[in-house]
């Protein structure tokens, strides 16, 4: 499945290659990071209007780049392979300040995630989710943090008395909740409507996350000054009353905006959990 996925993302490339082949010569690629948090299908058809707008904003071909998890996603902003990163954004926040990454634009929409439940499951309360398994995302994923904080206010501990199963993304964890094979779900709550619009489900939300910044646009600092301008112009131009109506339509973020201070400096505690999973991780 890995190698399929690597070639339809090949594939996809070579696509942009052909359309982009009368480009001039001197003219490089700009290359967007997409969050790997949904299937591949799903996050192509999602940034097509961001590529579209980019292409005809900048004059310039735009290509759209993944990877097959959160932690390789982070490596290659770390070896600068991304000209534009899209980032949850605690990720935002570490990559401006392990890798000097700048700040583009942000989606409006608070992040929020919830913990869901199936109606006929028998968990009415939170705490009724002791010796449960829960899926979720990736441990990588603020989203899934936020909804480990969660549970640990009402007492549960992963690893403890409740056992977290990491799927991948929010859309498998969330067919796992309601295909029977874990008790509830922390999944980010824009993707968990559009589950519920697409699928005949009977889910509930059982609690709610506090809510934190939501996704992000990042710079590479290795993007010339006067093409950095020109981005963040162009992005902070992509506004749902405007450039960026249809894209907004179809996906419940809210509208484009500056980063704030602010918003960074509330990152940074999950910035910190993130460094110290990957640490993890790499050991």
């Given at each position: ?28 690629p ?45 490596k ?6 991304y ?30 995630g919830?913990i869901?439940?199936?109606?006929d ?10 010796e449960?398994?829960?899926s ?17 206010q ?11 199963d ?28 559009v589950f ?12 709610t996350t ?27 131009a ?9 894209f907004f ?27 110290q999973?990957?640490s993890?991780?790499?050991?």
């Amino acid at each position: 499945m890995k190698n399929l996925k690597l070639a339809i993302i090949g594939f996809l490339f070579c696509i942009s290659g052909i359309l982009h082949a009368d480009a001039p010569p001197d003219t490089k690629p700009l290359r967007v990071g997409m969050l790997p948090s949904l299937s591949l299908q799903r996050l192509f058809e999602r940034f097509k209007p961001i590529q579209a707008y980019l292409e005809k904003t900048l004059q310039r071909p735009v290509i759209l780049l993944t990877a097959t998890d959160y932690a390789t996603y982070i490596k290659r902003a770390g070896q600068y392979e991304y000209d534009l990163y899209f980032a949850a954004p605690h990720m935002a926040a570490l990559v401006e300040k392990d890798y000097g990454y700048r700040r583009v634009s942000k989606m409006t929409r608070d992040l929020v995630g919830d913990i869901i439940v199936r109606d006929d499951g028998g968990i009415k309360r939170v705490e009724d989710l002791k010796e449960r398994t829960i899926s979720a995302p990736q441990e990588l994923a603020i989203i899934t943090m936020m909804g480990e904080s969660l549970l640990e206010q009402h007492h549960l501990f992963p690893g403890r008395n409740v056992r977290i199963d990491y799927t991948g993304t929010h859309n498998n964890a969330l067919l796992a909740l309601t295909t029977g094979k874990v008790d509830a779900a922390i999944a980010v709550a824009p993707i968990y409507e559009v589950f519920r619009r697409d699928h005949d489900t009977k889910l509930t939300v059982l609690a709610t996350t506090p809510t934190a910044s939501h996704l992000m646009f990042m710079a590479s600092p290795k993007l010339p000054e006067q093409e950095y301008e020109k981005l963040r112009a162009a992005m902070l131009a992509f506004r749902a009353d405007g450039a960026g109506k249809e894209f907004f339509l179809r996906n419940p973020y809210g509208d484009s905006a500056p980063i704030s201070n602010a918003d960074m400096q509330e990152m940074q505690p999950y910035a910190a959990i993130l460094r110290q999973r990957i640490s993890t991780k790499k050991e």
